[in-house]
């Protein structure tokens, strides 16, 4: 009878957890989507600067092209993308499709860099190497995030970057 009496108490405890178990609440699984963004930029180089990195006297040039190249670990593209600056020379380049195959190799700040592509303006549209804009210009963390509803944004800087005029005179670039 002690017997009967364990087998029923034993099986309504594994009903009971049963039931509590198909009943628990599990919280919604919220998918936020993770971006990352790369600003910076672009200037013409003074004449009298020419052939440094100084920015001193610059003016940003709006309608520059800069391209995001990123590789991943074995050194293949994984992403490249190219963006305008708007009227203040500033671009905001949102990489919509970057993925990362490993979290740590192919981290944006290792793995991506920004380039000079063109200048609108011809008196200036040459390519200068300030902040390595001809190598590719490394990416800086900001300690920038952006949040939103479902969206995060992770912020990284480049540059500023510089293209130097065409038509520098002898004169100016010996100016003091």
């Known amino acids: 009878m002690a ?8 099986s309504i405890l594994a009903l009971l957890a049963a ?8 919280p919604l699984k919220q998918d936020k989507t993770a971006t990352v963004v790369v600003e910076g930029k672009v200037y013409c180089q003074s004449c009298k600067y020419f052939g440094s990195w100084s920015l001193t006297g610059a003016e940003p040039i709006p309608a520059a092209k800069v391209s995001v190249i990123c590789k991943n670990h074995k050194k293949r593209v994984s992403y490249y993308n190219t963006f305008a600056t708007n009227e203040e020379g500033y671009f905001y380049a949102e990489l919509k499709d970057f993925k990362m195959t490993h979290y740590l190799l192919d981290h944006p700040l290792h793995a991506c860099h920004v380039k000079l592509v063109s ?5 200036c549209n040459l390519l200068s190497n300030v902040n390595n804009g ?14 939103g509803k479902d ?25 003091t």
């Open 19 to 26: 039931t509590t178990a198909a009943h628990e609440v599990t």
């Open 119 to 123: 200048s609108p303006l011809a008196t």
């Open 134 to 147: 001809i190598n590719g210009s490394p990416l800086k963390f900001e300690n920038k995030v952006l949040h």
């Open 3 to 10: 017997n009967n009496q364990f087998i029923i108490t034993i």
């Open 151 to 175: 969206y995060e944004a992770v912020v990284y800087g480049s540059g500023p970057l510089a293209f130097r005029p065409s038509n520098c005179d002898p004169e100016t670039e010996t100016e």
